[in-house]
């Protein structure tokens, strides 16, 4: 799967982006989709993730209530939809695939290329 992730751009705070993540090669549907997040000198973390179907989202405490994590199967796509952004939310965003439902980075298998989201005033 080779996952091509785009959206990101600078917000002010209180402000909203949505992060597209266009999938190809294997198939999209069977995998499950995350999306990570790496401030400067911070390790990467986890943001959302959710199952095939789209209908079981995972979500890190950090930003539940104010992300939302979709997947269309038929456009081979993900997205993740940012509101009421934070400064503390700036960071590169990774959209990765895994075979499974999972939270760490080392569980994916497959990652694109990071898109930088800055909130900032």
């Known amino acids: 799967v080779q996952l091509q992730a785009s959206g990101g751009g600078l917000v002010q705070p209180g402000g909203s982006l949505r992060l597209s993540c266009a999938a190809s090669?294997?198939?999209?549907?069977?995998?499950?989709m995350g999306w990570f997040r790496q401030a400067p000198g911070k390790e990467r973390e986890f943001v959302a993730a959710?199952?095939?179907?789209?209908?079981?989202?995972v979500y890190a405490h950090s930003v539940k209530g104010r992300f939302l994590i979709s997947r269309d199967n038929a456009k081979i796509t993900a997205y993740l939809q940012m509101n009421s952004l934070k400064p503390e939310d700036t960071a590169v965003y990774y959209c990765?695939?895994?075979?499974?439902?999972?939270?760490?980075?080392?569980?994916?298998?497959?990652w694109g290329q990071g898109t930088l989201v800055t909130v900032s005033s």
């Open positions: 990765a695939a895994a075979p499974s439902l999972a939270t760490t980075p080392e569980e994916y298998n497959y």
């Open positions: 090669g294997r198939t999209f549907s069977g995998y499950y």
């Open positions: 959710v199952n095939w179907s789209g209908k079981i989202p």
